[in-house]
């Protein structure tokens, strides 16, 4: 088994930054792949950003420029930092670890409100 837990969700104002934090726990393959993915009030859960065991990243268009996302594979930590935020980041953010994006194991969220 493997627990993922994230950190750092809170409200910022438009343009502001913050940065997430997952750390996993438990049965931890090196090989995963980790990211993030995001669940708005009424909508799906989309794909954000992830990250291979190797380094190589994925960003989601609407996240391209201002998002940036790396892992500590010493501490089985992967971060997502956020800058020039918007009202539509606003979501539920969640952390994944799989052999690839969207399978595996799933963090409970972390809450982010972009508001002023």
């Known amino acids: 088994q493997v627990q993922l837990v994230e950190s750092g969700g809170e409200t910022v104002q438009p343009g502001g930054s913050l940065t997430l934090s997952c750390a996993a726990s438990g049965s931890i393959s090196r090989v995963n792949a980790m990211a993030w993915y995001r669940q708005a009030p009424g909508k799906q859960r989309d794909f954000v950003a992830g990250i291979t065991s190797a380094g190589s990243t994925n960003y989601a268009d609407s996240v391209k420029g201002r998002f940036t996302i790396s892992r500590d594979n010493a501490e089985n930590t992967v971060y997502l930092q956020m800058n020039s935020l918007k009202p539509e980041d606003t979501a539920v953010y969640y952390c994944?670890?799989?052999?690839?994006?969207?399978?595996?194991?799933w963090g409970k969220g972390t809450l982010v409100t972009i508001s002023s």
């Open positions: 994944n670890t799989g052999p690839f994006y969207g399978l595996g194991y």
